[in-house]
């Protein structure tokens, strides 16, 4: 199936934005934006579970319970993210890194499975990792299903409205096209966040 055209621009940011995070919690390097590259080493998960203030919300022991405001820990597994039925608290709680590449995870991989999956996987079913590498692979995972997705669809199906079944979002009442913008701007706002709290976490340390 030949790409659509309208696709191939948000594939390339998708690709981009997905490589940059990718290195920025790996390293040795990242792209500073402007094709130098900067170093950078390894996410420890120290860092991975670093609480910057009182109140966080992160990812926990399903034995140990939720944190402070958070009703449940979703997911499957051990391990599980801080959450709470809407409306959530206000002011929303501070997220720590850890919340949050989980919460990027998740959508990645739940959305690939309700665009060509079985489309019924729900947050109850996905595992939350404990510590920073098995959280590095899962995004990686769940990026690549992702794509994946994005590579089995064509013009009709970018045009369907509900074509992802997603159930924690308004993908059934917008066309693909739309979901498929929405992704790149969560990868690229908590790509963002998460490179804020590695530079932090460093500074914290210096």
């Known amino acids: 199936m030949a790409m659509p055209a309208r696709l191939v621009p948000l594939l390339a940011q998708f690709d981009f934005a997905r490589q940059r995070l990718t290195d920025r ?13 900067v170093p950078v080493g390894p996410m420890t998960d120290a860092e991975y579970l670093w609480e910057p203030g009182p109140g ?19 997911g499957a597994g051990e391990w599980g993210r801080d959450t709470a039925p809407h409306p959530h608290p206000v002011p929303p709680p501070f997220t720590t890194l850890a919340w ?5 995870s998740e959508l990645l991989a739940l959305r690939a499975d309700h665009t060509n999956g079985t489309r019924s996987l729900t947050r109850d079913d996905y595992r939350a990792a404990g510590d920073a590498s098995s959280a590095i692979a899962a995004f990686d995972t769940a990026a690549g299903a ?61």
């Open 56 to 74: 966080c919300w992160s990812v926990r022991r399903q034995a140990d319970g939720p944190g402070p405001g958070a009703v449940l820990l979703s």
């Open 100 to 104: 949050r590449l989980a919460h990027l």
């Open 146 to 206: 992702w794509r994946a997705a994005l590579l089995s669809v064509g013009d009709e199906e970018l045009d369907t409205v509900g074509y992802c079944t997603y159930p924690h979002g308004g993908d059934p009442e917008e066309p693909f096209l739309e979901i498929v913008w929405w992704v790149n701007q969560e990868l690229l706002h908590h790509g963002a966040e998460i490179a804020l709290l590695r530079d932090l976490y460093r500074l914290r340390a210096a």
């Open 25 to 37: 919690l790996s390293g040795p390097a990242v792209d500073s934006g402007n094709g130098t590259d």
